[in-house]
Each structure stands twice: as structure tokens, then as C-alpha cells.
């Protein structure tokens, strides 16, 4: 008998412990799950990118031909990034510098890093943390448009964000 209520008593016990929740109850973790609206019901994963809109609300930032400059509406949509990590303190992101295909390899790897340090340095003047922005550069190895023509080059000279930590 005394063992039959000792393995109820542990397996009630083992049971209430499994159930509870071990997610941390502050405001900035819930912004990151999106559970207090800061994603405004849009998606933040692991590795989550905003060309596939999985970055929560960080978006794509585009660059004139052969420009690492950030034009106003690009200025408009950092600011709004910049917002967005203020709000989630615990993402850290990737920005990724792209261009489109003219131009040689290493031309084209020193613009996309060109591109990709004016975001960070943009988000670090906002007041983001420097040490939650990673740059790289792409140059035109991971076009996001297919074609030779003006309208695929505009999609392909852009900086992106990948959420690396949430």
C-alpha cells in the first residue's frame, strides 16, 4: 500500500512539474514571440529572414545601382527596423549585402559589404546595440529575382535581415 501511494504521489508530482511553463514572463520575451503584438502577428524564426517575411518586422532594405548609400524611403524602413529591435532587445540579427549581377565577383563582394556595414552603422546611430548586428556580403550569389533586366537588378540591390538570435 505505502508503495502504491508513493509511486501516485511521485507520478502527480512528475506530472505538475512537466505541465508548467519554463517561458520567461518579462515584456521584451514575449515581443520576441510575438505574444504581446510587437510582430504585429508576423512571423520571427531561428534563421527567419525578411526577403520570406520571417524576420518579424524587419524589412529589406534596396540600394540604387552600384550605390551603398541609404536613400529616404530606405532611411524610412531603417528607422522602422530599428524600431523593431529597440522593441525585441533580444533579437540579434545578420544584415546580408547583395547586388545584382553586373559588375566582377570581387566588385560586387566589396559593395555588398559596403551595403550591409551602412545598414548596421544606420541601426547603430538609431540606438541598436552594435554587438547584436553581424554584417556579410553575398555580392551576387544569392539573387532574389532571376532576369537581366532592370526590374530583377532593383529586387537584387538590396541589404536583408536573418534573425540569429531570439
Known amino acids: 500500500m505505502f508503495t502504491r501511494a508513493f509511486f501516485t504521489t511521485l507520478l502527480v508530482t512528475l506530472l505538475a512539474v512537466g505541465c508548467s511553463s519554463n517561458r520567461p514572463k518579462n ?9 504581446n503584438g510587437a510582430n504585429n502577428g508576423l512571423s520571427l524564426d531561428l534563421n527567419g529572414d525578411s526577403d520570406s517575411n520571417k524576420a518579424g518586422g524587419l524589412q529589406t532594405v534596396y540600394f540604387a545601382y552600384e550605390s551603398s548609400n541609404l536613400e ?3 532611411k524610412d524602413t531603417m528607422k522602422a527596423n530599428a524600431d523593431f529591435l529597440k522593441t525585441n532587445a533580444n533579437v540579434d540579427i545578420q544584415v546580408e549585402g547583395h547586388c545584382d549581377e553586373r559588375g566582377g565577383r570581387q566588385y ?6 559596403r551595403r550591409a556595414k551602412a545598414v548596421r552603422d544606420y541601426l547603430v546611430a538609431m540606438g541598436v546595440e552594435a554587438k547584436r548586428v553581424s554584417t556579410i556580403s553575398y555580392g551576387n550569389e544569392r539573387a532574389l529575382a ?10 537584387n540591390r538590396r541589404a536583408n535581415f536573418v534573425v540569429t538570435a531570439k
Open 108 to 113: 560586387n563582394l566589396a559593395l555588398g559589404e
Open 72 to 74: 529616404s524611403s530606405a
Open 146 to 155: 532571376e532576369g537581366h533586366d532592370e526590374s530583377a537588378w532593383s529586387k
Open 27 to 35: 515584456a521584451q520575451d514575449a515581443g520576441a514571440d510575438g505574444a
